[in-house]
C-alpha cells in the first residue's frame, strides 16, 4: 500500500557532498517520523537522522555537525544533505516513514535503500 524511493547515492570524493531523497506514495493518511538508517559491512546498523511531521531532528554522534535531515510534507518526502564525507560514511542508505494508512493502522516502510561510496 506504501512504497518509499531513494534517489541520490552515488560515489564522491572524501570533502565532497550528496543529497539523498525519498519519496513516499500509496495509501497514506499522515506520515509521522522520518528517518536514514545506514548499514555498512562489519558494522552495526545506525539511525543517521530522523525527524518529526513537526521538524524536530535527532541525528547520531558521527554525523552531526556534517549531515543535515529535512522533509517537504506537502511532496511526503525526506531528505539528506551529507557533507563533508569521509570514508567512514560508506553504507547504503535507506529511509524509512511511520505511516498512518488510516486514522488507527500503523506501520513503518522502508525504501529499497542507495548505495554511499566515499573514496579517492
Known amino acids: 500500500q506504501v512504497q518509499l524511493v531513494e534517489s541520490g547515492g552515488g560515489l564522491v570524493q572524501p570533502g565532497g557532498s550528496l543529497r539523498l531523497s525519498c519519496a513516499a506514495s500509496?495509501?497514506?493518511?499522515?506520515?509521522?517520523?522520518m528517518g536514514w538508517v545506514r548499514q555498512a559491512p562489519g558494522k552495526e546498523r545506525e539511525l543517521a537522522a530522523a525527524?518529526?511531521?513537526?521538524?524536530?531532528?535527532k541525528y547520531a554522534d558521527s554525523v552531526k555537525g556534517r549531515f543535515t535531515i529535512s522533509r517537504d510534507n506537502a511532496k511526503n518526502t525526506v531528505y539528506l544533505q551529507m557533507n563533508s564525507l569521509q570514508p567512514e560514511d560508506t553504507a547504503v542508505y535507506y529511509c524509512?516513514?511511520?505511516?498512518?494508512?488510516?486514522?488507527?493502522?500503523?506501520?513503518?516502510?522502508w525504501g529499497q535503500g542507495t548505495q554511499v561510496t566515499v573514496s579517492s
Open positions: 524509512n516513514a511511520e505511516v498512518f494508512t488510516t486514522s488507527y493502522r500503523l506501520n513503518t516502510y
Open positions: 525527524i518529526t511531521r513537526g521538524g524536530n531532528t
Open positions: 500509496g495509501t497514506i493518511f499522515s506520515i509521522n517520523a
